[in-house]
């Protein structure tokens, strides 16, 4: 492992390094509005939401590290403090990537970048028609990080507004992850698109797990079972009985010649297939089924 201090690195360096690790990031399509009524439109993955109650969003167009200089965006909300967040979708991604050239002060990125102008409702700055979700937002402050190139500039906005397209709601009117379709940045040119990546972790909020300590040794220090697999174990309050292991491990022909001529290792390898089904307590009648 190489350990290296920022001031080390130059600005480039460090922005690569950055923007590879933490990854990947969503992306803030933001619309904004000058004092002279001339719109802007341009991405920034230096973005996520912070609050609920109230809807505080926080996305930072950085000052340019080649030359620092500041962006239009960030000069606009400090002219005319709004601004819509329209979340990107795989169908907007190579119109979007256009959108961040550099064009100069003034000229309609919406109209460079083949994107529809929609009024928005409570605010000045325009909607993007194609965005699957379009938060129209109130800047509460901007809180500059520094003043040399690749310093940020919080913009802290309050959504006031909300507008979703329904064709990417589930049946109970959620936010369907495979319909929305985002994508998300990571580092140089790569962007994710999240439905294509999708699993699920259960979040522990209403049971209390064992805990990985709790595992017997010999599963604690498997060389089949990774960090993740004891991480699904030990999130599981109880062990199964004797009486559901004997009844799951007797139903099958395989699990009996598994479980009663096999080494450690084989029965781990079970364990770790039904584990990639998710199917936790499976793994465990497997584990603790040789007696």
């Known amino acids: 492992m190489i350990s290296i201090e920022p001031h080390q690195l130059s600005t480039a360096k460090l922005h690569g390094y950055l923007l590879g690790a933490v990854s990947p990031r969503p992306i803030c399509f933001a619309s904004t509005i000058n004092k002279k009524g001339e719109v802007n439109l341009s991405p920034f993955s230096f973005f996520n939401v912070f609050s609920a109650k109230p809807p505080i969003l926080v996305f930072s167009p950085a000052r340019r590290g080649r030359d620092n200089t500041t962006k239009h965006t960030y000069e606009n909300v400090l002219e005319v403090p709004e601004v819509v967040i329209n979340i990107v979708s795989y169908a907007m991604v190579q119109q979007v990537s256009l959108s961040s050239t550099e064009y100069a002060a003034g000229v309609n990125e919406f109209k460079k970048a083949g994107f529809t102008e929609l009024a928005s409702e409570k605010i000045k700055p325009p909607r993007v028609a194609e965005a699957p979700v379009q938060l129209e937002c109130k800047v509460n402050e901007v809180i500059k990080l520094g003043t040399e190139g690749g310093a ?140």
Not at 177 to 182: A, C, Q
Not at 238 to 255: D, G, M, R, Y
């Open 152 to 291: 940020g500039n919080l913009v802290i906005c309050e959504v006031v507004k909300l507008h979703i397209k329904e064709e990417i709601l589930d049946e109970n009117g959620a936010i369907d992850p495979f319909k929305i379709d985002t994508v998300s940045r990571l580092g140089g040119n790569w962007y994710c698109r999240a439905k294509e990546g999708l699993f699920e972790v259960p979040k522990p909020l209403t049971s209390l797990g064992m805990g990985v300590d709790m595992l017997p040794e010999e599963i604690r220090h498997s060389k089949v079972l990774t960090g993740n697999d004891l991480g699904m174990l030990g999130n599981v309050e109880n062990f199964p009985n004797s009486e559901e292991i004997n009844t799951f491990i007797n139903a099958s022909e395989e699990l009996q010649k598994i479980i009663t001529s096999s080494n450690s290792e084989t029965i781990h390898k079970k364990a770790k297939d039904f584990l990639s089904k998710g199917k936790v307590d499976d793994a465990w009648k497997v584990l603790l089924g040789r007696k």
